[in-house]
C-alpha cells in the first residue's frame, strides 16, 4: 500500500465512510491469523469465519513460515512481536519465497515503537492494523487489499457458519473486539535512536 495511504490511517483519517460499498475477497479465501495471543487468535478468526473466510491460526513465527508454505493461504495478518522469529523476521522472508513472495500480507501489533519502525523500514508489508482493532478495521484492511487489486472480488452470497467443530454457542461467546490477554502485553523495549535494525 502506498506510504500515503498508511501514514493518514495511522494519524486517524483512514475510516470507512458508510456510504461506500462493502467489498470483499472470495467466500473460503484460506487466512493465515499469526499471533502468539490466543484471544487475538480466536477473535480475528471469529471475525473472519463469520465473513466466509477459511481461517489457520500460528502463535509463533516457526509455524507461521511452516503453514504459509504448506498451506499457500490468501492472505496473512502477522503480528510484529513473537516468540523466536519475530514478525518482520517472517514477512523477509515469505517475501524472498518465490512461492509466497506474491501472498498479502497486514503486519499487527500493539507497540507504537514498533508500528514507527515498520512505517520507516518499510519490509514490504501491504498494511498495518494497530491493536486492539474491532471488525471494522479488519475488513476495511481486505477492502483496501481488495481494491488495490492484491485480493480478488467476492460476489454477494449468503451468510458464512461457525467452522467445523465449533457450537454455535462457542462461537457466539468469542467477543467482538480483539484484545491481548494480560499475559501477552509487553511493554516497548528500550533502544538506542541509533539501532534502526531492531525488530523487537
Same mark, same amino acid.
Given at each position: 500500500?502506498?506510504?500515503?495511504?498508511?501514514?493518514?490511517?495511522? %494519524?486517524?483519517?483512514?475510516?470507512?465512510?458508510? *456510504?461506500?460499498?462493502? %467489498?470483499? !475477497?472470495?467466500?473460503?479465501?484460506?487466512?493465515?491469523?499469526? $499471533?502468539?495471543?490466543?484471544?487475538?487468535?480466536?477473535?480475528?478468526?471469529?471475525?473472519?469465519?463469520? $465473513?466466509?473466510?477459511?481461517?489457520?491460526?500460528? !502463535?509463533?513465527?516457526? *509455524?507461521?513460515?511452516?503453514? !504459509?508454505?504448506?498451506?499457500?493461504?490468501?492472505?496473512?495478518?502477522?503480528?510484529?512481536?513473537?516468540?523466536?522469529?519475530?514478525?518482520?523476521? %517472517?514477512?523477509?522472508?515469505?517475501?524472498?519465497?518465490?512461492?509466497?513472495?506474491?501472498?498479502?500480507?497486514?503486519?499487527?501489533?500493539?507497540? %507504537?515503537?514498533?508500528?514507527?519502525?515498520?512505517?520507516?523500514?518499510?519490509?514490504?508489508? $501491504?498494511?498495518?492494523?494497530?491493536?486492539?482493532?474491532?471488525?471494522?478495521?479488519?475488513?476495511?484492511?481486505?477492502?483496501?487489499?481488495?481494491?488495490?487489486?492484491?485480493?480478488?472480488?467476492?460476489?454477494?452470497?449468503?451468510?458464512?457458519?461457525?467452522?467445523?467443530?465449533? *457450537? #454455535?454457542?462457542?462461537? $457466539?461467546?468469542?467477543?467482538?473486539? !480483539?484484545?491481548?490477554?494480560?499475559?501477552? #502485553?509487553?511493554?516497548?523495549?528500550?533502544? *538506542?535512536?541509533?539501532?534502526?535494525?531492531?525488530?523487537?
Amino acid at each position: 500500500m502506498a506510504g500515503f495511504g498508511l501514514l493518514k490511517r495511522l %494519524v486517524g483519517g483512514g475510516e470507512r465512510r458508510h *456510504s461506500e460499498p462493502r %467489498v470483499r !475477497a472470495p467466500m473460503a479465501t484460506r487466512v493465515l491469523v499469526v $499471533d502468539d495471543s490466543a484471544t487475538i487468535r480466536a477473535v480475528l478468526g471469529k471475525m473472519l469465519g463469520q $465473513d466466509g473466510y477459511e481461517v489457520i491460526k500460528a !502463535a509463533d513465527g516457526e *509455524s507461521a513460515l511452516a503453514l !504459509a508454505r504448506d498451506e499457500r493461504p490468501g492472505l496473512v495478518f502477522l503480528d510484529i512481536v513473537l516468540p523466536g522469529l519475530s514478525g518482520f523476521e %517472517v514477512l523477509r522472508t515469505l517475501r524472498h519465497e518465490p512461492d509466497t513472495r506474491h501472498i498479502p500480507i497486514v503486519m499487527i501489533s500493539g507497540n %507504537v515503537q514498533a508500528t514507527e519502525q515498520f512505517y520507516v523500514q518499510r519490509y514490504g508489508a $501491504d498494511d498495518f492494523m494497530k491493536k486492539p482493532f474491532g471488525r471494522g478495521e479488519v475488513f476495511e484492511r481486505i477492502r483496501q487489499l481488495v481494491l488495490a487489486g492484491r485480493l480478488p472480488a467476492r460476489a454477494p452470497v449468503e451468510q458464512a457458519l461457525p467452522p467445523a467443530g465449533v *457450537s #454455535q454457542a462457542e462461537w $457466539d461467546a468469542i467477543p467482538d473486539i !480483539a484484545m491481548p490477554d494480560e499475559a501477552h #502485553q509487553v511493554s516497548a523495549p528500550s533502544r *538506542s535512536p541509533d539501532d534502526p535494525a531492531r525488530t523487537d
